[in-house]
């Protein structure tokens, strides 16, 4: 009796089996099924049996065309794995399929007419064999070692397109988005090659409730903002050395296989995070099948960008995998005289001794070489009118001569994990990472004032201070897991309990000073080079140590899923200049409970509650016993819907929050040197977002975000009611892309997109508001191979950034302190897979 096996019983199935090339002797073994007429084929197709899943039925929309392309969109939508020769497919048609259908129905439809069958193998996939012509002999032919075709999604590899189904980002267990009780958003590597994105914050354009370029251009770090709040970066699940002031590393987009955005507070599966969120990133990793990618990139400012990405099996059994992620990219920016060149290596190695038992080893170096894009303009001639004319983008303020961002960075770390059954099972990441930085820069601080008017006196001459910063971070983390699965009075447990270490120390030397000023209409650096008075020499220690629990409880189609955790934490700041040293320690719990339900129709709905701390440095005044600060703590409630059709591959989800975030540091009243902890701001709002393959030609992602931030209680008497700076209350966005199909057109792939942010304040007082702007990207891409088959593989793309050239401000801090968003760039792309 055949049975059709569902994504979690094949991958079961997978696991048990010693890897995929165990599954391809076993495709062809001696007593594989006979050939069959092409009657007696259908006759004995997957669908054939009183046990075929009829609760299963989903529609599909897959047109006339190639089989292999058939086979590939039938494998996403439907979860089964389908093993074929290349060359039993090569050249062959498919008459499509459209309708409702079980999954093994759906590949019986797909490949009537075709020449080609499929049988049920051991493992739990199909086989493709072709049907014989004239009848078959007793001794049927073999196929050849297997290619996987609509491989099984897991958290942490590859999405085909730009629909993720699964993630482990807000669970820490590979889980469907559908069950998952927050609001996340997941950036698949498709979609980063689709629109070029150059930065972590550019992958985030299209996602809500977020904003990738808080502070416009930047060469030294991504500044974001999730719901309000700068959220703490992850990859492979453990914290990156960011640091302090924007000093720590910067990812690589090419070395990503997804980007997430996770909302709300993370804190019980993360420690100490912000209220408003985490960015979590996944390393690209060894794949069990050979794959070759080399590119090429060039345009605007002077780019031009090599990358290759080599994976696949070392060994002839595949039990040894290995990844080399390269790039090395020398460009300019929209600021004249400030590069952005970068090297970046990342190899990994992944062993598999059994297949219950993974190692993997990952490791990065990445050296940036580039000048300081990051830039303060004055409001007059930017956010105003200046009498004298407008201050344009592509202005450096500082010293191009001088001013320089060096950076160095190196990781080393593994994840481990080894299942006990098919229950049980634990896993361990490591990672050591090092990054040192050399940030010198010169930096406009407004203009000079009329002391009568509070006026630029002459609005031309801008005041500078110069800044030479020297830091080495140092990150060590580890953590470890156990996951069991296990039933009680009907109930499903999956419970994940851990235990996680972080060490992190900040050598700073900083110093600044004032330098010459120069006249914006006609600027030019004096050359000599201000002595600069080092402020800061201390050297900052952390240690947080965490423990987890979390269950996740299935009865019938309720989801509860319980959490919590207890942090402990230890702070030091030691002051080389004075020789002091300074403590803080903290101890603190936070949660999550959520509800949800699975309706039929892939309707989801789900309620949760979740808190979240942060550690604050420093003391309270003398006069108060100076006390160290107490963490921050956040919390939130969120009600949602996600919806995942069965007809084709999409998710839609909306979200509502609330969230606040007490004992926020405010101006002590007795002793405005020293702050206390009485201040409480808050961010609540809505979001929705839809990411569909409408159809097998058509690709979208659509977003929309309200969010409204507020100071709810501070010691400055004008701040309560004012909205937090930098968060725009309203953001949109559109993307879309589509694959002609017809003969004329066929390979070409265009996609469009727009981009839309409202006003915000850059400054708590609410004195300095932005004004609302949209800009407009574009891309077209074509396939080589559908020109000459020579050439397959083979592709040109042109990427447009901003297509209208529009100039606009993405904050105001001050009257000195505007920042402008990114103008057009384009980047055109060579590429060859194979």
Known sequence: MVSVHSRATTRRAFRRAPNLFALAIAMTFASAAPVLSATDAHAQSPHAGDDVRRDDVRRYDIPAGNLDDALIAFGRHSGLMIGTDPA??????????????????????????????????????????????????????????????????TAWTETDGYVALRSAAGTKTDT?????????????????????????????RYSPGVRGDTFGVTTDRDYVRVRGFMPNFYLDGLMLPYGLGGQGTQSEPFGLERVEVVRGPSSVLFGQNPPGGIISMTSKRPTEDARHEVQLDGGSHDRVQGAFDFSGPVDPDGKLL???????????????????????????????????????????????????????????????????????????????????????YYAVGYEADHAFNDDWKVKQAVRYAHVKTHNYSTWGNGFVTDPATGLPSDYRTLLRRTTDINRSMDEFTVDNQVQGKFRTFGLEHTILAGFDFRRETIDNYTGTVATSSIDIFNPVNTGVTPAITYTANNLQTLNQYGVYLQDQVKLDRWILTLSGRNDWSRASLNNRRTNLTSYANDNAFTGRAALGYLFDSGVAPYVSYSTSFEPQIGTTSPESGSRPYTPTRGQQTEIGIKYQPKSFDALFAVSLFDMKQKDVLTPDPENILYAVQTGEVGSRGVELEARAALTRQIKLIASYSFTDTRVLASNTASQPGKQLPLIPKHQASLWATYSFD????????????????????????????????????????????????????????????????REYLTGCQSAGSCEFGERRAIIGTVRYLW
């Open 88 to 153: 039993l497919t090569h050249g062959v048609q498919s008459a499509g399929l459209h309708g409702s259908y079980a999954p093994s129905e759906g590949l019986d439809t797909l490949l009537r007419g075709s020449g080609v069958a499929a049988t049920l193998v051991e493992g739990g996939a199909y086989k493709l064999y072709r049907l014989p012509t004239p009848p078959a002999s007793t001794d049927p032919t073999m196929l050849k070692p297997v290619h996987v075709k609509g491989h099984v999604e």
């Open 176 to 204: 469907p988005l559908l069950e998952t009780p927050q609001s996340i958003s997941v950036v698949t590597a498709g979609q980063i090659a689709d629109q070029a994105a150059q930065s972590v914050g550019a992958t985030l």
């Open 322 to 408: 290995y990844r080399f992620v390269a790039l090395r990219r020398d460009s300019g920016t929209q600021v004249d005289g400030a590069d952005d060149n970068r090297t970046y290596l990342a190899p990994s190695l992944t062993f598999h001794p059994s297949a219950d038992t993974s190692f993997t080893l990952l490791a990065q170096y990445q050296k940036d070489d580039a000048g300081i894009a990051t830039q303060y303009y004055p409001a007059y001639g930017t956010l105003y009118a200046n009498p004298l004319g407008q201050i344009h983008s592509n202005l450096n303020l500082g010293d191009a001569g001088r001013d320089a961002l060096n950076r160095e």
């Open 742 to 805: 017809r003969a004329a057109l066929s390979g070409l792939e265009v996609g469009a997109g727009v981009r839309y942010t409202s006003g915000s304040y850059g400054d708590t007082a609410n004195l300095w508001k932005t004004a609302s702007y949209a800009v407009f990207d574009l891309m077209a891409r074509y396939d080589l191979g559908h020109i000459d088959g020579r050439l397959k593989g083979a592709s040109l793309a042109i990427n447009v950034q901003n297509v209208g050239d």
